[in-house]
């Protein structure tokens, strides 16, 4: 093949991209810079003109404190696009910050995006056109287990089984894997934001006290657990109170967080369990001896390692900072492109290698 001094520059200055696109944060990593951007999956719209104000964290920080011609907008439901034009604005602005750190002038990217693996072909396509919508040379899919599985460096490629539970904002994905291929999953829209409104919903039974989502989470992270404590934890919870509409602080404990958080909890337990149901013995034998990883943001809950240690029989152990592990999963195509790209989802019109 005659040498094309064009390919050549392109390859050479070539910006690979991977992002998880995650209902409560989107994480990218750029190929040899590692993660450059982790915020939140929020956007400040005005509404009459249809214009963002503010995305990301800063985005966030106004969820509540908005005026009425404000509005402000989280673009992924349980995992998936829920308002397509916003989803491009949000992806247009990380990629534009990826080539704001640059030093030269890059080509539009090549970006790997991870997608739950239980998305409608209809979904697939909505992820694939915001991705190429918003400037990327060439668009890949991959299903989030299996970036997760590679981020926490488990040996999805050897004959022996690993297992994954990967918990984050708006999906739980289970996935089984062995000689790079999934023997078994589940995808559940059971995950942290379930659980952050089973905190709300808890209060505002027992103590009559409206609490934001936003107060819900911080309490989830401060006190809440999935497996009794060393030590039990309080903490004051500031709301209005329903009866009288005047604001008011009460105290609340772990024991009651935890008893808000059961039934997601034991909703994921199920769902591991019917997994491991499924598959063959073999692989059940290989898992006593590797153990379950635990994947997402919903992996740093307090004891939820040991209550499902208890409950399946199995060791789970808690991946290596697990808030990044899909993005540092999907990052790793890159880095052996043509043996790992037959992990990458395809469309069935056109592919996910289409490039314009």
């Not at 439901?77 to 034009?85: K, L, P, Q, T």
């Not at 609340?252 to 013995?281: K, N, W, Y």
């Not at 043996?339 to 469309?347: C, Y």
Request: charge should be negative; proline fraction near 5%.
């Amino acid at each position: 093949m005659a040498f094309n001094p064009i390919n050549w520059l392109l390859g050479l200055f070539s910006l690979d991209i991977a992002i998880d696109l995650g209902t409560a944060n989107t994480l990218v990593n750029v190929r040899g810079k590692g993660i450059v951007i982790n915020e939140p999956s929020w956007v400040t719209m005005d509404k009459r003109l249809r214009q963002p104000i503010a995305i990301g964290l800063e985005a966030k920080e106004m969820v509540g404190r908005t005026p009425s011609n404000v509005m402000v907008v989280r673009p992924l439901r349980d995992g998936v696009i829920s308002e397509f034009d916003v989803t491009q604005i949000m992806l247009e602005y990380f990629i534009g910050k990826v080539h704001e750190q640059s030093v030269v002038p890059l080509p539009r990217p090549r970006v790997v995006i991870g997608i739950p693996t239980g998305v409608t072909e209809v979904e697939k396509r909505a992820v694939y056109d915001a991705t190429m919508g918003a400037g990327a040379r060439q668009a890949f899919l991959l299903e989030e287990p299996i970036a997760a599985a590679l981020g926490a460096g488990l040996p999805i490629g050897e004959i022996k089984g690993s297992m994954v539970v990967d918990i984050g904002g708006g999906t739980t994905e289970v996935a089984v894997m062995s000689m790079t291929g999934v023997v078994a999953s589940r995808s559940l829209r059971v995950a942290g934001d379930e659980m952050d409104e089973d905190i709300v919903q808890y209060l505002r039974n027992k103590y009559n006290l409206l609490i934001g989502q936003g107060v819900a989470e911080k309490v989830k992270w401060s006190i809440g657990s999935a497996f009794p404590l060393p030590t039990e934890k309080t903490m004051e919870v500031r709301g209005r109170n329903l009866v009288t509409g005047l604001p008011e602080t009460i105290e609340v404990s772990s024991v009651e967080i935890r008893e808000a958080l059961s039934g997601s909890v034991q909703v994921i337990v199920d769902t591991i369990r019917d997994a491991l149901d499924e598959i063959p013995p073999e692989i059940v034998a290989d898992l006593m001896d590797l153990g379950i990883c635990l994947a997402g943001g919903g992996a740093l809950l307090q004891g939820l390692s040991d209550r499902l240690s208890d409950e399946l029989k199995l060791r789970v152990w808690v991946a290596e900072d697990p808030l990044s592990c899909v993005a540092r999963g999907a990052g790793m195509i890159f880095d052996d492109f043509d043996r790992l790209s037959r992990l990458l989802v395809g469309l069935e019109r056109g592919s996910t290698r289409h490039s314009v």
